[in-house]
């Protein structure tokens, strides 16, 4: 039992606030410069990247009650506070490839109650830097923030129907494998939207604000396990679209909150939507 987690979710999601305008501030000045590094899933480091992951270290390591920052954008993770309780998975700068053609982006962070598994995760949380900053908070709901005249403002909670019209499909179509390519287009025939970025972070959003659809990233024959990681983007967006009444499973039907990663940047096969979707993807692969 965790009769703190309250004070605790509300001191570091007052954190995440602040540290989402400074990471608006480096995205702006950014002009889509990379460093000659990368990262451990071999990306290509903006400096972007690893100055939003910096901003997160500094300021969310000052929070007593987080006891490691994990980061996609490094190795390992970092002890912060030995008598902290919690452990933050985030992803700085998600979709920064994209920042160059002005497109949104996204910080994510998972907040874990223990080691990184999907049912340790008490809270999770995003931010989408588009035309305006919005910030998304779920612990008991999945609550909606708008940045207007200097502070985020509560909107609404966030809630997805039994099912939607968008359809957001990941991965290179030329390794799709048969009965993913049949689904995927089974949602078109029933006359779905595609709305595809580039960027997990603004996709799923609009999913969440539309209220409905499919998002996926399967495995291919070039990526079989997929390309997202599972603590810094998986874990969290599946908490959130569970909490806001969809669903989130893997290639082979799991819960992908039943997932327990064995390195910290493995990556899964992800489909995460409203409740009709999630089965047709379910009944797709069943099949194969
Ligand atoms: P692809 C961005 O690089 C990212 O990690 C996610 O934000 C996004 O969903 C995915 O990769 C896009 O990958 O292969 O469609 O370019």
Redesign the pocket.
């Known amino acids: 039992m965790n009769d703190n987690l309250e004070k605790d979710l509300a001191e570091i999601f007052e954190k995440i606030k602040e540290v989402a305008i400074y990471i608006q501030g480096v995205i702006g000045e950014s002009e889509g410069e990379y460093f000659e590094t990368q990262n451990s899933t071999g990306?290509m480091q903006l400096k972007a990247d690893v100055k939003a992951d910096l901003i997160i270290e500094k300021e969310l390591s000052k929070i007593a009650t987080i006891k490691s920052l994990c980061s996609e954008e490094k190795d390992e993770c970092v002890i912060c506070n030995l008598d902290g309780r919690y452990h933050v998975g985030y992803?700085p700068l998600?979709?920064?490839?994209?920042v160059e053609a002005n497109l949104s982006?996204?910080t994510i962070f998972g907040i874990y109650d223990g080691e990184f598994t999907g049912e340790n995760l008490v809270a999770s949380a995003y931010v989408v830097y588009g035309p305006g900053i919005e910030l998304v908070l779920a612990h008991k709901s999945v609550d909606l923030y708008t940045f207007q005249y200097g502070v985020f403002e509560y909107k609404k909670s966030l809630i997805l129907k039994e099912r939607g019209n968008i359809n957001s499909p990941?991965?290179?179509q030329q390794h799709w494998e048969k009965h993913h390519k049949e689904v995927i287009e089974s949602f078109f025939n029933e006359g779905y939207r595609l709305r595809?970025s580039?960027?997990?972070?603004p996709?799923l959003h609009q999913i969440l604000i539309k209220g409905g659809g499919i998002?996926s990233?399967p495995g291919t024959a070039d990526?079989p396990k997929g390309?997202?990681?599972m603590i810094f983007?998986v874990l969290p967006f599946a908490h959130i679209y569970e909490l806001a009444g969809g669903g989130a499973i893997d290639a082979k039907s799991t819960r992908a909150l039943e997932l327990k990663p064995e390195h910290y940047h493995d990556t899964t096969p992800c489909f995460l939507g409203s409740k009709y979707e999630i089965e047709k993807i379910k009944e797709a692969y069943a099949k194969s």
């Open positions: 990306d992803d998600d979709g920064s490839s994209i982006v996204g990941g991965g290179t595809y580039g960027g997990m972070v996709d998002f990233y990526r390309k997202l990681r983007e």
